[in-house]
C-alpha cells in the first residue's frame, strides 16, 4: 500500500500532468520543476537531469515527440498512460524492487515479458516461434498470477511476445481491465488488429502495440510472407485515425540493415504516427537459424552511428538493444531489468536465452529469481566491461556456456533442443569480428565523456 508520502508524489504528478493538458506547448517544460519537487529521494533523478535541457526548448525532436503525444494520441489513454508508466512502472514501485533486491539479494526486473502463445499466423525466417508450433499456451490464470506476483515486487511493465500475442487479444483486454494500474505492450505483426480492436484499445486504455516491421514492403515480405508490409501499414493507419499510441519493432539482419536503418524510412514510420522504434539485433536461436542473417562488422557499425544521428533529430523514440549497452551498463536480462516467461512457463532469462532451470507452473516469480541461472546472471554482470559487447551469447558465449553448464538449465526449446554448445558456436565467430570495431568505438565513446 502506498505511503502518505507517496500518494502526495503521486497526486503532485497528476496535477503536473493535467497542468500540461492546458498548453501543452507553453508548460511542458514545467512539469520537470513539479517532479523535481515531487522525487524526494532520487528515485528518477537521472531521468529528469536528461530531460531538463531538452523540454525547454521548442525546436528539439524530443520535445516535438512530447508535444505530438498531446496532440496525437486521445486524452484519456495518454493520462492513463502516463500515469501508469511515469507514476505507477517508474516513480512508486522503484523503492520497492529496491527493497526487494535487498531482502533477497536478487534481481528483480522493471519489465516481464510474457508469450501467451506459441501459436502464430506466419511463419517468419529467421523466427524460432515458427518452429515451436502452436500448442502451447499460458492460461488466463496464470498470466494473472504472474501480474499479481510482479506487482508485490514493484513491477508494473508487461509484455508480450510470442508467437503472436493477438491470437489471444480476447484475454489479453480481460488482463488490462483488471491490472487497470500497469502498463501492457505487445509485439505483434498487426494482422490481427482490427477496428473492433482498436475500439477495445481505447476503451481499456492501457495496451500498446509494437508492430514488427522490417523496413519498406521489399524487405518485410521477404522475412514474413506477401502482403505483410501492407497489412501493417493498415494497422498503424487505423491506429493513427482512432488516435492510439503505437510503435514499431525492427529486427535488423544483414539483408534488411540498410532499408529499415535508411532516414527515408524513419520518416516513414513518424509519418505513419509511431512514437517509438525499437530495433533488435538478429540472434541465431534455434538448431536451424541461419547464421547469414548476422550483421556484418561493418554493418552493426553503420547502425551505431545512424540511431545516434537520428536520436538528435527525429522526433521518434528509439532503442538498439545491442549497440545502446553503453546507456544501460550492459546486459539487462537475467531479472536485472527484464525477464522472459515463454508459453510453456519456463522462466528465461532472456527472451533470445532459451534455457531455464525454473518453471512458473511449479515455483513462484521470486523463487524463479533466487534460482541458480538468475543469480549466474546477477553475479557475472555485466558480462563485459565494454558495453558495447554486453550479451552473454551474442558476444561473450563463453560466459553463457559456463552458466548454463553450471546451473544444469536446460534448453526450453521443446520441438528442438539446442545445446549450448551448439548456440555459442554460432556465435563465436561473429563476436570475434565484432570485437574490434566494438573496443574501437567504446574507446571513441569513452574519449568523448571525458
Known amino acids: 500500500m502506498a505511503t502518505i508520502k507517496e500518494k502526495a508524489m503521486s497526486l503532485g504528478i497528476k496535477t503536473a500532468l493535467q497542468y500540461i493538458e ?71 514501485s522503484a523503492k520497492k524492487r529496491d527493497q526487494v533486491k535487498e531482502e533477497h539479494n536478487c534481481n528483480v526486473p522493471w519489465a516481464i515479458l510474457l508469450d501467451p502463445t506459441t501459436a502464430c499466423n506466419l511463419k517468419c ?47 489479453l483486454i480481460r488482463l488490462c481491465e483488471k491490472h487497470s494500474d500497469c502498463v501492457f505492450l505487445a509485439f ?31 524487405a518485410t515480405d521477404f522475412r514474413r510472407g506477401n ?11 487505423l491506429m493513427k485515425r482512432k488516435k492510439l499510441p503505437f510503435g514499431v519493432s525492427c529486427c535488423y539482419t544483414s539483408k534488411n540493415l540498410d532499408s529499415l536503418s535508411s532516414e527515408e524510412f524513419i520518416d516513414h514510420l513518424i509519418g505513419l504516427g509511431a512514437k517509438f522504434a525499437w530495433f533488435f539485433h538478429y540472434m541465431p536461436v534455434g538448431n536451424g537459424a541461419v547464421t547469414d542473417l548476422l550483421p556484418t562488422a561493418e554493418q552493426r557499425e553503420q547502425m551505431y552511428y545512424r540511431i545516434r544521428d537520428y536520436r538528435t533529430r527525429k522526433p521518434l523514440f528509439t532503442i538498439d538493444f545491442q549497440n545502446d549497452g553503453e546507456y544501460v551498463g550492459g546486459c539487462i536480462a537475467g531479472g536485472r531489468n527484464y525477464l522472459h516467461i515463454n508459453a510453456n512457463g519456463d522462466v528465461e532469462p532472456c527472451v533470445f536465452i532459451h534455457y531455464s532451470d525454473t518453471n512458473i507452473h511449479d515455483a513462484t516469480l521470486l523463487d524463479a529469481l533466487k534460482a541458480p541461472l538468475f543469480m549466474a546472471y546477477k553475479e557475472n554482470q555485466p558480462f563485459n566491461c565494454n558495453h558495447l559487447m554486453p550479451c552473454p551469447m551474442l558476444e561473450n558465449p563463453e560466459c553463457l556456456m559456463k552458466m548454463v553448464n553450471e546451473t544444469g538449465a536446460k534448453s526450453t526449446d521443446l520441438m528442438s533442443p539446442e545445446s549450448v554448445e551448439h548456440l555459442c558456436a554460432k556465435c563465436t565467430k561473429y563476436s570475434n569480428q565484432w570485437k574490434e570495431t566494438a573496443d574501437y568505438l567504446w574507446k571513441q565513446s569513452r574519449s568523448e565523456k571525458e
Open 188 to 218: 505483434t505483426n498487426a494482422t490481427l488488429i482490427d477496428e473492433k480492436f482498436t475500439d477495445e484499445m481505447l476503451r481499456v486504455k492501457n495496451f500498446v502495440p509494437a508492430i514488427s516491421i522490417e523496413g519498406f514492403e521489399e
Open 227 to 237: 502482403g505483410i508490409y501492407r497489412a501493417a501499414v493498415g494497422a498503424m493507419e
Open 22 to 92: 492546458k498548453d501543452p506547448e507553453n508548460n511542458i517544460g514545467k512539469i520537470i520543476e513539479w517532479l523535481e519537487a515531487a522525487d524526494k529521494d532520487g528515485a528518477i533523478a537521472p531521468m529528469l537531469s536528461a530531460a531538463k535541457t531538452v523540454l525547454n526548448d521548442k525546436n528539439n525532436n524530443w520535445t516535438k515527440l512530447v508535444i505530438s503525444l498531446f496532440n496525437d494520441i486521445d486524452a484519456d489513454v495518454r493520462k492513463t498512460l502516463f500515469e501508469n508508466f511515469i507514476i505507477n512502472t517508474n516513480v512508486l
Open 125 to 171: 525466417t529467421g523466427c524460432w516461434a515458427a518452429e515451436y508450433g502452436g500448442h502451447l499456451h499460458l492460461s488466463y490464470e496464470t498470466i494473472d498470477s504472474i501480474i499479481e506476483q510482479g506487482k508485490e515486487l514493484g513491477t508494473y511493465m508487461y509484455i508480450y511476445t510470442g508467437g503472436e500475442p493477438m491470437v489471444r487479444k480476447h484475454d
